[in-house]
């Protein structure tokens, strides 16, 4: 299946796309009713759309073009879902389980160049960027999933987080927002759709202004550009003035508290004068900031990094706390499975090559 899937298209788009063939704009409506209410997988189940319409749908795009490869499953209720896309390669596609309800992580690339020095993503360069229907459709094969184990579970919530740099495919990223949030389709709100960038600043500046109310989240891992450089090579191009001039910019113009993700890395960043420093370099933005300390999670080819003590993770805490900073600590989930992102599809693809 080569086709590009109709998920790609927003609700204008598609309106847009059958009005230039004669189709009027109720029946973009009804067919987009089937795809995200309905969630039928074949154009021909879509019963009361004219039959031309059916046809000329299906002549152009297919629906699922990626195949469910594996699927790990946690005690917790985490699921792990390895996809094949059409192309043959890989990504990652997590289902977890809160007390608020249940999140998806998209992926976003296939590989990363972002190249962050403790990552599994990370370890394999970018060979594409998704399009916009292959991250709605992670969302669409986890939605089904749900449908069919019958319990009228919905996704509330998604993160894009997962593999690659949701900002470098900026333009497939914000189609993926409007689908999701979409009224008249999954209308999943804003506010619970969380974007993670690694600090691409110019891209920073345009999703601010977007408006699209849509949270932010940006990766900092380091409270100094030596120790950052280190730990992420692209502030070596951005640096951190760089990174909290496009971080208040965003604040200023949302007036949205945004999320700063800090990666506890034993011995490296996760010491006491860390915490300090990290206190004062985020201290005029603090009434806007949280930030979300990570135990990491270690993997094979990173072995230069190692877990944070849990009473070191304490002390962190504890030390921003003091220092006013609003900040707490990112739950696990799916300990007992491959909890790394990025670590389920670089085990299976050394498997593969190996094999
Ligand atoms: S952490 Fe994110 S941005 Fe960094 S290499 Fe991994 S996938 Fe890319």
Redesign the pocket.
């Known amino acids: 299946m080569s086709r590009s899937s109709i998920y790609g298209l927003t609700l204008d788009q598609l309106t847009e796309w059958l009005a230039e063939r004669g189709h009027k704009k109720s029946r973009a409506l009804l067919v987009w009713d089937w795809l995200y209410r309905k969630r039928v997988t074949d154009f021909s189940a879509m019963h009361d759309v004219n039959g031309e319409c059916i046809q000329l749908l299906s002549e152009h795009f297919g629906i699922l073009t990626m195949e469910e490869h594996l699927k790990q499953q946690s005690s917790d209720g985490t699921i792990k879902f390895l996809f094949r896309l059409y192309d043959g390669n890989l990504i990652e596609t997590v289902l977890m389980r809160h007390k608020f309800g249940l999140s998806v992580c998209v992926t976003t690339q296939v590989g ?1 160049n ?3 020095s403790f ?1 599994a ?2 370890l394999l360069a970018k060979s594409r960027d998704l399009s916009a229907g292959e991250i709605v459709e992670q969302i669409m094969k986890v939605q089904l999933h749900l449908d069919q184990a019958g319990q009228s579970e919905k996704v509330s919530h998604i993160v894009v987080m997962g ?3 949701p900002f470098d495919n900026f333009t497939n990223l914000i189609n993926f927002i409007e689908i999701m949030k979409e009224r008249k389709g999954l209308a999943i709100g804003p506010r619970h759709i969380t974007v993670s960038t ?1 600090g691409l600043v110019d891209k920073i500046v345009e999703f601010t202004d977007l408006q699209t109310q849509v949270n932010l989240a940006v ?1 900092l891992h380091a409270p100094n550009n030596e120790l950052r450089t280190r730990i ?1 090579k692209i502030n070596r191009a951005i640096p951190i003035e760089k990174l909290m001039n496009a971080i208040k910019y965003y604040i200023e113009n949302t007036k949205r508290r945004i999320t700063i993700e800090y990666i506890l890395l034993k011995d490296v960043n996760d010491q006491k004068e860390h915490a300090i420093e990290l206190a004062d370099l985020i201290r005029d933005i603090a009434a806007y900031a949280n930030v979300n300390l990570i135990p990491y999670n270690p993997v094979d080819e990173h072995s230069q990094y190692q877990r944070s003590e849990r009473d070191t993770v304490s002390a962190f805490y504890d030390t921003l706390k003091k220092q006013g900073i609003s900040c707490g600590v990112r739950l696990e989930h799916g300990t007992d499975i491959d909890a790394a ?2 670590q389920l599809r670089s085990k299976q693809i050394k498997a593969e090559i190996s094999s």
């Open positions: 990363c972002i190249g962050c990552c993503s990370g593999i690659g740099e690694s990766s992420m992102c990025g």
